[in-house]
């Protein structure tokens, strides 16, 4: 029997950060999990992610991550990105790191 | 050490000329994504959990005062300040940006410093014991073998698309401080009859499979390695494996073969190859023998120490040099509770200083993720502790339990299944509040974030892997690993402990370990031979409950 359908995001890396990104509701990507589209259903989940998978120039390897119905990480993996490393205070969810900032596209 | 020629120099150049335009074209839209991966990974430039990581080698563990600074400079530039040094004498930057990498390159190569195949299905660093050219106990400086092995090996064309990545190390001291029998290849320098050559060993791997190298050929000509090794990874290339990534390493290969056919085709390889090298190879070794020239050593003779503090850091992190008027002093990366073998910026310009004011401007990285200075006179050691201890590099660890090596976890790394690095901190911090690790003595604790082992957790006294149980952190532990010339793999204590009980568990193996041991003399390693298995499993999985049911039953 196919596994019930469970929430998901489109998430990926960005190509010139490297960084954590999000796909929003209205086609942006965002590096705030909180902001991150909610997918419920697997039609539009698959639609979605040809959709990233379809802006190579801004993001590498998209994929399909498992969230809880409120939009929190289902798997701890998916915690840490979401959140940066646990070993210094200044992953995502410690701000923006020092030196050079992210460049203002995606 | 060694020094870059015109050819080296241009070669250097174009190479990060090349990366430069293929970035260029990645960003402008030319190259996808699946074109560009192999070539980015072909330069060290991997993609993380969090960012780009950029894997710069550093062959065989040696560094200039001038190259450290360099590295400061990129972490400070380009990164977050910091670097985190690796179990393979590399060091990675965990936040560049891909656009800067070509400029990070570049400033690498006027130091003669480059990220080649530090990836890739490619001979890689060639390590070395990190103690080469100042030990005691050394037969013969290793590096210039691991020099010539890291030119043999550079951009060779027939060696660049290997079924799975290689790995050499190279140790001229019969202690073993190489993990040499964890390696594709591993040679051990010996004399016989006056003459120098390598006891070479293959088949060695950590990861899924572990498996301790077999000694192919007692004792190798040093005027032959070249052709033995291209004969050894010319055999490899052919019969490896390439269906299966987890059966592609030549150690699969050494055991689905067996020995004896390796070392037939081995051999056969070799008489084919021998008469090829026409002595350029021999030739080429002499000019770098003559690069890595001892320093002029100055007369090093200190009054006897009596300060406590510096007595016992000079216990712990320095060992006994070829010359008794000077030692070889470890730099601990484990500070209790940082994150092991990571150095920021201004740490890394202060070693450098400090290798300029005291060690002859030498400076070398260990696969212990520690910094050694190699050659300090011992009138110089109470100045530099003091130095290193204002920095936060004082820590009096160097071969303790906190002296751990830990891979970057999934802190960092995509492939891990858990994290290692806040585990090491935790086990630091509480052997640091409970201060048994000078009683505890020589242990060694590896973590590895996955089952791919860069934590070298299958060869450490305590190993630990962390895995993925349903999603959940869960951590395996394996007694009796040994990575050094009595080389053994750890042996699974049962079923594995949760993020918040890892760190308990250890603190049980340990205080077992000291109610049982015959006495100060008797390390961790002899006291798990000794006794085996039953007490440690006792100490980690009976606990009162376990005890009453059994009493019950
Ligand atoms: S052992 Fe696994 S988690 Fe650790 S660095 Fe290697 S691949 Fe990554």
């Given at each position: 029997?196919?596994k019930?359908?469970t ?9 010139i950060?490297g960084?954590v ?8 990507w965002?590096?705030?999990?909180a902001q ?13 992610l ?9 993001v ?37 790191r020092?030196g050079?900032?992210p460049?203002?596209e995606? | 050490?060694?020094?870059y ?7 250097l150049a ?6 430069r ?19 980015r990974?072909?330069?060290?430039v ?5 960012a780009?990581?950029?894997r710069?080698a550093?062959?065989?563990g040696t ?5 450290m ?12 300040g910091?670097g ?9 930057y965990?936040?560049?940006r891909?656009?800067?990498i070509?400029?990070?390159l ?14 890739g ?9 990190h103690?080469?050219?100042a ?10 073998y691991?020099e010539?092995l ?7 064309p ?13 140790t ?27 006891e070479?060993?293959i088949?060695g ?7 301790i190298?077999?000694?192919?050929r007692d004792?190798?000509p040093e ?6 090794c ?7 290339n052919?019969?490896?494996r ?10 699969i290969?050494?055991?689905?073969n ?7 085709r081995v051999?056969?390889?070799f008489?084919e190859?021998?008469?090829?090298f ?9 000019r ?6 001892a ?10 120490v009596?300060d ?10 320095t060992?006994p040099?070829?010359?008794?008027d000077?030692?070889i002093?470890?730099?601990?990366l484990?500070a ?5 073998g990571?150095?920021?910026a201004?740490q ?12 002859y401007g030498e400076?070398r990285?260990?696969?212990?993720q520690?910094?050694i200075?190699?050659?300090v006179p011992?009138?110089?050691?109470p ?29 960092y ?7 290692s690095?806040?585990v090491?901190?935790?086990?630091a911090?509480?052997?640091d ?23 070298h ?6 190993g630990i892997?962390?895995l ?13 690993g ?5 080389a053994?793999i750890?042996e ?9 009980q ?11 370990y ?9 390390t961790f390693l002899q006291a ?26």
């Amino acid at each position: 029997m196919p596994k019930p359908f469970t929430p998901k995001v489109v998430t990926a890396n960005h190509l010139i950060e490297g960084d954590v990104v999000y796909l929003t509701a209205d086609d942006e990507w965002c590096r705030d999990l909180a902001q991150a589209e909610v997918i419920e259903n697997e039609a539009y989940a698959d639609l979605r992610l040809s959709f990233a998978e379809d802006q190579p120039g801004i993001v590498v390897g998209a994929y399909l991550a498992d969230v809880t119905p409120d939009g929190a990480p289902a798997h701890f993996r998916e915690a840490f990105r979401a959140g940066g490393p646990t070993n210094y205070p200044h992953g995502k969810a410690h701000g923006q790191r020092p030196g050079p900032q992210p460049s203002s596209e995606a | 050490m060694y020094l870059y020629d015109d050819f080296d120099r241009a070669f250097l150049a174009e190479r990060n000329a090349q990366f430069r335009a293929q970035v260029a074209r990645r960003l402008d839209g030319s190259l996808t994504e699946d074109e560009f991966k192999p070539l980015r990974l072909m330069n060290g430039v991997y993609l993380q959990l969090h960012a780009y990581m950029l894997r710069v080698a550093i062959p065989y563990g040696t560094l200039s005062s001038d190259q450290m600074r360099v590295l400061a400079e990129l972490a400070e530039r380009w990164d977050k300040g910091y670097g985190h040094f690796t179990t393979r004498q590399n060091i990675q930057y965990n936040w560049p940006r891909l656009a800067d990498i070509p400029d990070m390159l570049d400033r690498l190569g006027d130091v003669n410093l480059h990220a080649i195949q530090t990836s890739g299905n490619t001979i890689r660093n060639v390590t070395a014991d990190h103690f080469a050219g100042a030990a005691a106990d050394e037969i013969a400086d290793p590096r210039p073998y691991a020099e010539l092995l890291r030119q043999w090996s550079t951009d060779h064309p027939e060696f660049q698309f290997l079924p799975r990545k290689f790995k050499i190390a190279v140790t001229g001291s019969p202690n073993d401080r190489a993990v040499t029998r964890a390696h594709d290849i591993g040679l051990v320098l010996k004399e016989r009859g006056g003459e120098l050559g390598f006891e070479v060993i293959i088949g060695g791997g950590l990861g899924r499979t572990p498996m301790i190298g077999k000694t192919i050929r007692d004792f190798l000509p040093e005027a032959d390695l070249l052709p033995y090794c291209e004969a050894i990874v010319s055999v490899y290339n052919r019969l490896g494996r390439r269906d299966n990534k987890y059966k592609a390493r030549i150690k699969i290969t050494v055991h689905e073969n067996g020995l004896d056919e390796m070392q037939a085709r081995v051999e056969e390889r070799f008489a084919e190859l021998r008469p090829l090298f026409d002595g350029v190879d021999q030739a080429q070794l002499g000019r770098i023998r003559s690069m890595f020239a001892a320093p002029e050593y100055r007369d090093g003779h200190a009054p006897a120490v009596t300060d406590p503090v510096l007595r016992s850091w000079i216990e712990t992190n320095t060992v006994p040099h070829k010359r008794d008027d000077h030692a070889i002093v470890t730099i601990s990366l484990k500070a209790h509770g940082a994150t092991p073998g990571d150095a920021t910026a201004d740490q890394m310009r202060l070693m450098a200083d400090l290798a300029d004011a005291h060690a002859y401007g030498e400076l070398r990285i260990s696969h212990e993720q520690n910094v050694i200075l190699p050659h300090v006179p011992r009138d110089a050691l109470p100045a530099l502790h003091m130095a290193l201890g204002a920095a936060g590099l004082g820590t009096a660890n160097v071969g303790l339990a906190s002296d751990i090596i830990a891979c970057p976890g999934m802190d960092y790394c995509a492939l891990a299944t858990a994290r290692s690095i806040p585990v090491a901190q935790g086990i630091a911090t509480r052997l640091d509040a409970l201060k048994v690790e000078h009683d505890v003595g020589h242990l060694k604790i590896k973590i590895s974030g996955c089952i791919n082992a860069c934590g070298h957790h299958h060869v450490g006294h305590i190993g630990i892997l962390g895995l993925d149980r349903a999603g959940v952190e869960n951590y395996q532990i394996t007694l009796g690993g040994d990575g050094s010339e009595t080389a053994a793999i750890g042996e699974r204590t049962g079923p594995g402990f949760a993020y918040d009980q890892i760190v308990p568990a250890v603190e049980r193996l340990i205080l077992a370990y000291l109610s049982l041991r015959e006495g100060e003399d008797e390390t961790f390693l002899q006291a798990y031979r000794r006794v085996g298995m039953a007490p440690f499993k006792a100490a980690l999985y009976e606990t009162a409950a376990t005890r009453e049911a059994a009493n019950a039953a």
